[in-house]
Structure formats: structure tokens, C-alpha cells
């Protein structure tokens, strides 16, 4: 891996990987069993995406499927497909992090939104096509609507508090190669 | 070095794509075969439960009881009037604990005297909630019992009142819980006092409704929702709780166990209810060995009912 040598990208593999888990944790711990009415934000989706869009190399495939196979496992959901779903669009951001580089944040936002529609959507169609039970359609809705919402906020503090920043245009790796 | 580097990029490249896209196959493929052959997988997702939850429960406990204690404290601001409450709540249930003997003491005599065979005890193991689902769309709790403690899936969970789920997934140290609110659990129940059979069929929201009930009109808010024991799954008779009508006019189940705060379950073991395999000596052709022996096994039964009685 070319661009994975530098001991910086590995450790914030590292710290991708230590979020996740304190994310995944943080759901767990068993406060209210009453079932809720509305659906948090899946931050572990919006710290995904944003670390995606800003810096690839800091997610790479392999550490999202199997982060969120762990999620899939712990949270009682259908194993793997959300996993290989979030593999997929982190992949689609990846490819389009070079051109939402110098676009206006509003844009970063619209394509964080379709990507995450896109694999909520085909999650459902999956599910019912294969007959499998669902959640009701509202709470699903909620939840999206409440990931977009925290959406910002992770990103901000992605970027204040971990310092995972946009490259910018002319940004010389540790090779003196652009990125 | 540059130079080194972007060569390395173009064969990395596609590489790194083929070795996503096995990535995603492998996931899908894990998916598929849970469609097909669930339980094994979901043996597999008790495993890695069983390893990873109890592993960090050293973590999750702390900042569990400091939110709770956060929560005790705000309740010491009306501290009085819930003294005042209790105190008038225990009188209450002083005059109901002393009808309570004095029923229980007639009922043991009524038995007595029809020398009715009451089922063993049932007895349970206790355990601590160690985490929840974690996710909005499932209602479920991980325990810290499992196989070694003898646990079985498809066993009844219970709080001090009433019932609060079964056991659905078991691993060696922990065991999961599928509560009845759960979109996925359904409950054979009893409504008494009208002895209407029903199903209480978990949708994700706090007081469950009540399907395939014969006759709605028998039914009234207020009435008591036991487990019925139907298909022998569960003990019959544990106490789920009251039918409530709500806006809508739909029979739903407030619960008798205290969702808010689950701590401690019991588990009960049941040893399952047997199976007549006899084909009835009367009915099918004599032979001599299903010749019944009426006199001593009469004996047995009598004296096995003043054991249960005594």
C-alpha cells in the first residue's frame, strides 16, 4: 500500500477503528428498554461518510465492512448486507471526494444524503424481496432524516477535534505526491 | 520515488477495486447464507456476542451507573412527596397482602380436598442485563448467563412481576432476550377473566396489541393478560399484563414488567410439557402389554397428590 506507509494514516485507521467501537458501545449501553418513538442518528454512518469524503485512505474498505459487520452482528440486524451496503457507498464517496474537494459544503451534504437514500432504499428492497421483517417505514425515515441532520456536527467535529481536514488542492503527501 | 509511486498506483488500482468487490461478495454471500441457514448463523452471532459484550462490560457498567445515578438524583427533588406516596402505597398493600394469605391458604385447602396435581415449581436462574440491542428497530437485551449456566433457548424471562421475554439466541456466557415489544416476538396469552385465548404480537412500541382474539367484545380494558402455554413453549400462567383500549379502539397489553429500568431477570426453566405418545388403550386394538393396571397407579397418584399438597 503506496500511500498507507506513513505511520499518520495508520493511526487514524486506528482512531477510525476506536470511534466505531466507542460508537457501536455507546448504543449498547442498556439505559431505556422502552421502544422509542423516534430513531437516533447513526453516527456511525455520518462519521463514515465524512472521514470518506475528506480523507479516503483514513477508511479503507476493509475496516468499514468489518466495523459494520460487528454493528450488524451486535445490533441484531440481517448480517452483512448493511455492511457490504455501507461498503458500497463509501466506495461511491471515495470516488467522487477529488471533484466535492472544492465544491461548497451544501453539495458535500446532497451527496452524503443520496448516497446514504441509495443504500437505505436498496436495504429495504432487499429485505422485502427476500421476505425478510422489516421496521415500520417511518422509523426508517426518521432515522435517515436524523443522520443527515447530525451530519455537520460530525463533520465538524471530525475536522476541529481529530483534524481530519479536506485536502486541499496542492496538498503534497509525505512522497511529495499530490493527493 | 514519485516515479516509484505511481507505478505502484496503477497496479494497486484495480487490485485494490477486485479485493472491494470481494469484500462486498463475501458480505452478501454472508447474508445470503443467513437467509438460507439462519440458525447457524445466528449461532455464529451469539459467539461473537459471547466474546465481544462481556469483554467490555467493565466499560459500558460505569457510565451506566453514573446515568442512572444522575437520574436517582433528580428524583430527590420531589423525594417527600414519593415518601408520602410509598408509605400510602404500603398501607394499601398491607390490607392486600393479608387477603392474599388468607386466599392462598383457601386455595391450598379447596386443592387439598379435590385432590388437584399442581404442576412442580418452576424454578429460574437470575441474570444481569449487560447491554441492549442497540438499535431503534429491535427490542432486545443481552443477559450474562448463557449455556454454562444451563440457559435454553425459547426459555420464559421474567422480572419480579411480570414477563418480559424469551430467550432467543445463547451463547456459552451470554444469552439473549428478545423482549415482547420486540416486532419478531409473539406470546399465546390468556385473557382472564374471560379465558379468551390471544396472541400479544410485539410491534416495536410500548404496549403491544392483542391479535386473533375470538371474541373482542368479551374482553374490557382492565381484564389480566397471562401467558396461555399454548404449544408448549412457555409455562402457562405467568402474568404479562392488562388490556388497554387505545384511541384507535385496538386492544394492546400494558405490561406488567417494568420496562423502564430491567436489571436483574429470572429465567425460568422450563422442562417443557410432555407429549402423550401413548395411542390410548382403549381405542386401539388390546395387546397385553398396553393392558393398563388401574389399582396401584391409582395409589401413586394419591399419594404423589398429598406430596404436592403438603
Redesign the interface.
Known amino acids: 500500500?503506496?500511500?498507507g506507509s506513513t505511520p499518520r494514516v495508520w493511526g487514524m485507521r486506528l482512531l477510525y477503528v476506536v470511534l466505531a467501537l466507542i460508537l457501536?458501545?455507546g448504543?449498547?449501553?442498556?439505559?431505556?428498554?422502552?421502544?422509542?418513538v423516534?430513531?437516533?442518528p447513526d453516527l456511525l454512518v455520518a462519521l463514515t461518510f465524512a472521514w470518506a469524503l475528506r480523507r479516503p485512505e483514513f477508511v479503507p474498505?476493509?475496516s468499514v465492512?468489518l466495523i459494520v459487520?460487528?454493528?450488524d452482528?451486535?445490533?441484531?440486524?440481517?448480517?452483512?448486507?448493511w455492511?457490504?451496503l455501507m461498503?458500497?457507498g463509501t466506495?461511491a464517496l471515495k470516488n467522487r471526494a477529488r471533484n466535492l474537494r472544492d465544491q461548497p459544503f451544501m453539495m458535500e451534504w446532497l451527496a452524503v444524503a443520496g448516497i446514504f437514500l441509495a443504500i437505505s432504499l436498496g436495504n429495504r428492497l432487499v429485505l422485502a424481496v427476500?421476505m425478510?421483517?422489516?421496521?415500520?417505514l417511518g422509523?426508517?425515515v426518521i432515522?435517515v432524516v436524523m443522520t443527515l441532520i447530525c451530519y455537520p456536527v460530525v463533520v465538524m467535529i471530525s475536522q476541529w477535534v481529530f483534524g481530519v481536514r479536506k485536502a486541499a488542492p496542492g496538498d503534497l503527501d509525505r512522497?511529495?505526491?499530490r493527493i | 520515488m514519485a516515479k516509484d509511486r505511481s507505478q505502484a498506483d496503477d497496479f494497486l488500482g484495480p487490485l485494490k477495486r477486485l479485493l472491494v468487490g470481494v469484500l462486498v461478495l463475501c458480505l452478501i454471500g454472508l447474508f445470503l447464507v443467513w437467509r438460507i441457514d439462519s440458525p447457524r448463523v445466528e449461532r455464529f452471532r451469539a459467539a461473537v456476542v459471547d466474546r465481544v459484550v462481556p469483554n467490555v462490560d467493565w466499560a459500558m457498567a460505569p457510565v451506566t451507573a453514573t446515568v442512572n445515578l444522575v437520574r436517582d438524583f433528580q428524583s430527590y427533588q420531589r423525594i417527600v412527596q414519593q415518601n408520602q406516596d410509598l408509605r400510602n402505597e404500603l398501607q394499601k398493600m398491607k390490607a392486600w397482602k393479608e387477603a392474599a394469605l388468607q386466599l392462598e391458604q383457601e386455595n391450598a385447602r379447596l386443592l387439598d380436598l379435590n385432590k388437584v396435581r399442581l404442576d412442580p415449581r418452576l424454578t429460574f436462574v437470575t441474570g444481569v442485563v449487560l447491554a441492549d440491542s442497540g438499535s431503534p428497530f429491535r427490542q432486545s437485551v443481552l443477559l450474562n448467563v448463557g449455556a454454562r449456566d444451563g440457559i435454553v433457548d425459547g426459555w420464559a424471562t421474567m422480572d419480579g412481576i411480570g414477563l418480559v421475554g424469551r430467550i432467543s439466541g445463547v451463547g456459552r456466557d451470554t444469552s439473549r432476550v428478545i423482549l415482547l415489544t420486540d416486532p419478531a416476538s409473539r406470546i399465546p396469552a390468556t385473557i382472564q377473566p374471560s379465558g379468551q385465548t390471544a396472541i400479544v404480537q410485539g410491534d416495536n412500541t410500548a404496549a403491544p396489541p392483542i391479535s386473533f382474539l375470538e371474541d373482542p367484545d368479551l374482553v374490557r380494558p382492565g381484564d389480566r393478560v397471562v401467558s396461555s402455554g399454548d404449544g408448549g413453549v412457555f409455562p402457562a400462567g405467568l402474568l404479562i399484563g392488562q388490556v388497554a383500549a387505545d384511541p384507535g379502539g385496538r386492544l394492546r397489553v400494558v405490561l406488567a414488567a417494568d420496562y423502564e429500568r430491567l436489571e436483574f431477570l429470572r429465567v425460568l426453566r422450563n422442562p417443557g410439557t410432555e407429549v402423550i405418545r401413548d395411542p390410548g388403550a382403549l381405542v386401539a386394538p388390546a395387546s397385553e402389554r398396553s393392558a393398563p393396571a388401574p389399582l396401584p397407579e391409582d395409589g401413586d397418584i394419591l399419594s404423589e397428590t398429598e406430596d404436592g399438597n403438603g
Open positions: 500500500m503506496a500511500e457501536i458501545f448504543k449498547l449501553i442498556p439505559l431505556d428498554f422502552r421502544p422509542q423516534w430513531a437516533g474498505a476493509l465492512g459487520l460487528l454493528a452482528l451486535l445490533f441484531l440486524r440481517p448480517p452483512g448486507l455492511a457490504a461498503v458500497i466506495q427476500l425478510v421483517p422489516q421496521a415500520p422509523l426508517t432515522h512522497l511529495g505526491q
